[in-house]
């Protein structure tokens, strides 16, 4: 039976001195098809099959370049966040100078979170298929032109229309990022990686809004867009010349050469570990329908493992954004602050975020160790994986609900943001957690199902964010939390119970399944 553990080692995730032995379960049945799923993929017409070199390391780039596409990918993944809360600070601004109500206002937030959640069914299947770079270039690009329409626009319908595409453009970078970090490392370094990766991802809710406030304080909200604009121009030129491919249906461990528009403009690291003299990478297939693959995120639903794993994310999730989303509101009329000043309030959030992501990531990677040493590849990946979930979310609910509280009487300003630093720290570990075992499960498809955890967090959120103002308002800010903290805890408990006890099941199913 899986021991789930509610009740103790609450604060061991603070400080690490987690020394209890690895909880066995009954359904250790994980067997080395989880490790023969790191092997390269090729792909042909749409098909996948599989080819082992018994000899050939899983990845051929250095380490240097590891670290250097991890980071890559990370800074890609900052757009999306950073996109968002830069924003933040100036829903007051605009608020005034659209003549718009706060609800009207944070409604661009919530189509901005809906497209973010849907776009990625499109570019991560593509980027499964056809390559990372590519893929990602052109979504920079969709939002370089959105952010350059924004910085001139002064219709409400129009601000609506360009948020969406801009959230379609940036959202990309975080399942296409997932996809990178699964073709470059294995499960036992997975951990850190996504740590690392995510961390780029995460400290967009702590720069953003920062940056926003400052533009919005010293120009208009205008020059928040203004700023995107520049930012991602000079870093989608940055893609072009510096990231190489990594897809390993395309280019394997990448011992083999890309060639045309998947090859970087100025490679780094050319040697290879594997192979002496490179041979050219495999082309992807014919750009159609049947190929491009849209409806493998959302044939990813229809995995109870998977299923569950999204909607046990989403539901905190949606809290976690509601924190940040109503925070600008309260700050400026409980505590009457300018947009600089609600810009440096966010700094919490971002700074927690960042430092819960580093954190998880590390006691990921020792609690696969150290289950790998007592289990070997018998282990339950989905409970060494999810071991201290229930902690993170029964933490983050707690000091979610009490910021709520303080922020409705008006506590010193103080309180209210250590509550959020703490709340970011949890959430965020608990957040990993999922992001890990599910690249893990699906290595070859780490974008597409990152892209369905995102259909399903950011559509969620977007709910969340909408209900929210009118709940404020007929409720109160401390009650609102409340309820919605209450919901995040109780509601995920029972299916992450399930995934535990059952997970195991389920994969050694859908595998038997694939090999007939």
Known sequence: MCHVGYGVQIFSPIFFFMSSSEHASSLDI?????????????????????????????????????????????????????????????????????????????????????????????????????GRRPILVCTFLVFLAANLGLSFTNVYWLLLVLRMLQAC??????????????DVSQQKERGSYMGYFQFGTLLGPSI???????????????????????FG???????????????????????????GVWRTIVPLWTKRTYGTKPKPMRMPPKLHIKTMGFDKPWRMYGQPDVALMIATYAIPFGSFTLM???LSPVLY???????????????????????????????????????????GDQLNLHHVRMKYMPHFNILFSVFFIVNGWLLNYTIYLAAPLIMQFFASWFAVMYFNCIN??????????????????????????????????????????????????????????????????????????RECVSRE
């Open 30 to 130: 994980e067997s080395k098809a989880s490790h023969e799923a790191e092997t390269p993929a090729v792909q042909e017409e749409g098909k996948e099959a599989e080819t082992v070199v018994a000899d050939e390391p899983y990845s051929a780039f250095p380490r240097p370049l590891k670290v250097f596409i991890v980071t890559v990918a990370s800074a890609s993944g900052f757009m999306s966040p950073f996109a968002i809360n830069i924003y933040m600070p100036a829903v007051p601004d605009i608020s005034r100078h659209l003549h718009i109500s706060s609800a009207q206002a944070l409604l661009s937030l919530t189509t901005y979170l809906i497209f973010q959640g849907l776009s990625p069914s499109i570019w991560a299947p593509l980027s499964d298929t056809y």
């Open 169 to 182: 453009g940036a959202s990309s970078a975080i399942a296409i990022g997932a996809g990178c970090i699964s």
């Open 208 to 230: 953003g809004p920062i940056v926003g406030g400052f533009m919005a304080q010293a120009w208009n909200w205008h020059g928040v867009f203004f700023f995107l604009s520049a």
């Open 233 to 259: 121009g000079v870093y989608m030129i940055f893609l072009i010349f510096f990231l190489p491919e990594s897809l390993r249906a395309l280019v394997g461990n990448g011992s083999l050469q890309p060639v």
């Open 324 to 326: 940040s989303s109503c």
């Open 333 to 375: 009329d409980n505590y009457e602050l300018n947009s600089w000043q609600m810009g440096l309030c966010f700094l919490g959030i971002g700074c927690g975020s960042a430092a819960g992501s580093i954190a998880v990531g590390h006691l990921l990677d020792r609690e696969y160790a150290r289950a790998m040493g007592v289990h």
């Open 436 to 509: 890990t075992v599910l690249v893990d499960i699906y290595p070859q498809r780490a974008a597409s199902v990152t892209a369905a955890l995102n259909i399903g967090r950011c559509l969620t959120a977007a709910g969340f964010v909408a209900a929210s103002q009118y709940i404020i308002d007929a409720i109160g800010y401390g009650w609102t939390q409340t309820i919605f903290g209450l919901v995040s805890l109780l509601a995920p408990m029972p299916m992450a119970w399930a995934v535990m006890r059952y997970g195991p099941t389920w994969k050694h199913r």
